[in-house]
Nanobody, 121 residues
Framework: QVQLVESGGGLVQPGGSLRLSCAASGFTFSMNVMNWYRQAPGKEREFVASSGLSGGSTYYADSVKGRFTISRDNAKNTVYLQMNSLKPEDTAVYHC??????????????WGQGTQVTVSS
């Protein structure tokens, strides 16, 4: 079973930093692109960042470029999101995501339960 478990969220002041982690299992982690999405109150879920198979290829939403860094440790089956210079508008539930195929299921999106990030003074 595909499992994605996020951690590291919390309350931080504007300008502060936070590092999110997503522990993955149930699929071949190193063979899949990993992503972070977020959903703010009353808003649709939006893409934040993605990381290629070995972490060498990354892509970010314009809203977080220069502030967030996605990375991964394939030996630990974990993807990270380092968030710096946090703004109140970064407040959201952050979800780990993978689009993959496992035996017995179609290729599809899998989501973690999410971790809350609140940026407030």
């Amino acid at each position: 079973q595909v499992q994605l478990v996020e951690s590291g969220g919390g309350l931080v002041q504007p300008g502060g930093s936070l590092r999110l982690s997503c522990a993955a299992s149930g699929f071949t982690f190193s063979m899949n692109v990993m992503n972070w999405y977020r959903q703010a109150p009353g808003k649709e879920r939006e893409f934040v960042a993605s990381s290629g198979l070995s972490g060498g290829s990354t892509y970010y939403a314009d809203s977080v470029k220069g502030r967030f860094t996605i990375s991964r440790d394939n030996a630990k089956n974990t993807v990270y999101l380092q968030m710096n210079s946090l703004k109140p508008e970064d407040t959201a539930v952050y979800h780990c995501n993978v689009r993959t195929k496992v035996p017995g299921a179609l290729r599809q999106n899998y989501w973690g339960q999410g971790t809350q990030v609140t940026v407030s003074s």
